[in-house]
């Protein structure tokens, strides 16, 4: 390898270490701060949506009187969206005696590229159950504001399509109204998770 290239490679390497330790730091700022606000009872999320489901169909969080599990990620998150419904999925076969109170929902933060092709593929390879939810770019973010969740685009400048998104990694937790009841952090274990959700029910 040429001397140049070397330095070209180490370059690309501290550039994308440097861009993954922002958007690391950015989503924890923002997911401590939820946190520390929801523990002080200040600026509670919750509230009704109505989406469409990656069947097409309309869900409407007023006729859904399970309790809810519910998850703003993408479908082309490389990592923790990924790492996180297995971790959903694993809870839901957890639960399995009780499947039908709860409803996993996963609402995407990107309606732009997660057509409902995409997102009936994604959720289906995860789990059956999980309601994949999206709508326009302003219904998204009225329910993203609702629910308090911090999500940005970070645009690739030499690859306008390859851009990603920094969002929030919490899953959330909503009774038969849509009332925020709890949140689930990242990497909690599913048996954890599932425990939670089992006391909660029992209220």
Not at 135 to 153: F, M, R, T
Request: net charge negative; hydrophobic share 40%.
């Amino acid at each position: 390898m040429h001397m140049i290239q070397k330095y070209v490679l180490i370059l690309l390497i501290a550039s994308f270490a440097a861009i993954s330790i922002y958007f690391f730091q950015n989503k924890n700022y923002h997911q401590d701060n939820l946190s520390t606000k929801v523990e002080n009872q200040e600026g509670i999320p919750g509230g009704h949506f109505a989406l469409t489901t990656h069947n097409g169909e309309i869900y409407n969080s007023e006729s859904d009187k399970n309790l809810k599990i519910i998850y703003f990620g993408f479908t082309f998150c490389p990592d923790v969206c990924p790492t996180t419904l297995i971790n959903m999925a694993n809870t839901l076969e957890e639960l399995k005696d009780i499947k039908n109170e709860i409803t996993p929902l996963f609402i995407s933060v990107d309606p732009e590229r997660d057509n409902l092709e995409i997102i009936s593929e994604y959720v289906s390879a995860f789990h059956p159950n999980i309601i994949g939810l999206t709508g326009s770019v302003e219904n998204i973010e009225k329910v993203a504001a609702d629910w308090k969740v911090y999500y940005k685009k970070e645009v690739n400048e030499d690859m306008p399509d390859n851009y990603t998104i920094n969002h929030l990694d919490i899953i959330f937790i909503a009774n038969k109204n849509n009332n925020f009841v709890d949140f689930v952090r990242p990497n909690t274990p599913y048996k954890d998770i599932a425990n939670k959700l089992r006391e909660i029910l029992k209220r």
